[in-house]
T-cell receptor
Framework: GAVVSQHPSWVICKSGTSVKIECRSL??????MFWYRQFPKQSLMLMAT?????????EQGVEKDKFLINHASLTLSTLTVTSAHPEDSSFYIC????????????FGPGTRLLVL | EDKVVQSPLSLVVHEGDTVTLNCSYE??????LLWYKQEKKAPTFLFML????IEKKSGRLSSILDKKELFSILNITATQTGDSAVYLC????????????FGTGTKLQVIP
């Protein structure tokens, strides 16, 4: 089955630094990738949708200058948390959708960010 | 490698029918199993199961976990067209990282 990886799995950083999270589709071309943030009590919030070669579409309330998303190729999207603060500490999950199978999303394993 | 398999992939039923969605898993250091409903944007959290045999219920939806046989089911009784969605199962492992592994979902379509 299709595999999506995220790197790093876990990152601890100091407040004010920037952190880049990668999301890769390993065996298929992902025309669309989604970035989610998981909150306590398991709810998932969609942050943005990125399409290869174009600017990401951010959900209301998500700061695009704070959470930079780049989808430079059909297998890679990156989320950069700029000037991270403790309130950005969370679990970030990406998912990818292949051009051929539009209805199925493949989720990555998530990246846990802890900002001190 | 952790794995979550959902079945069926897709299901079409008539309003009023009862459906059972299946989720089987293989994961190291199991912590919890989660069910989500995804309609348009972000999946909506439904249930978190950690113990075998204890049914969780919310309205017409219920779910149960079998940690010995490594599976969970999600039941929806008296289905309505508003239940049409993709239902996702995910398993979280224990430890600081708490990696989550999602299945690819079951697409449910309820027709009038």
């Amino acid at each position: 089955g299709a595999v999506v990886s995220q790197h790093p799995s876990w990152v601890i950083c100091k407040s004010g630094t920037s952190v880049k999270i990668e999301c890769r589709s390993l065996d298929f071309q992902a025309t669309t990738m989604f970035w989610y943030r998981q909150f306590p009590k398991q709810s998932l919030m969609l942050m943005a949708t990125s399409n290869e070669g174009s600017k990401a579409t951010y959900e209301q309330g998500v700061e695009k200058d704070k959470f930079l998303i780049n989808h430079a190729s059909l297998t890679l999207s990156t989320l950069t948390v700029t000037s991270a603060h403790p309130e950005d500490s969370s679990f970030y999950i990406c998912s990818a959708r292949a051009a051929e199978i539009q209805e199925t999303q493949y989720f990555g394993p998530g990246t846990r960010l802890l900002v001190l | 490698e952790d794995k979550v398999v959902q079945s069926p992939l897709s299901l079409v039923v008539h309003e009023g029918d009862t459906v059972t969605l299946n989720c089987s898993y293989e994961v190291t250091n199991f912590r919890s199993l989660l069910w989500y409903k995804q309609e348009k944007k972000a999946p909506t959290f439904l249930f978190m199961l950690t113990s075998s045999g204890i049914e969780k219920k919310s309205g017409r939806l219920s779910s149960i976990l079998d940690k010995k046989e490594l599976f969970s089911i999600l039941n929806i009784t008296a289905t309505q067209t508003g239940d049409s969605a993709v239902y996702l199962c995910a398993v979280k492992n224990s430890g600081g990282y708490q990696k989550v592994t999602f299945g690819t979902g079951t697409k449910l379509q309820v027709i009038p």
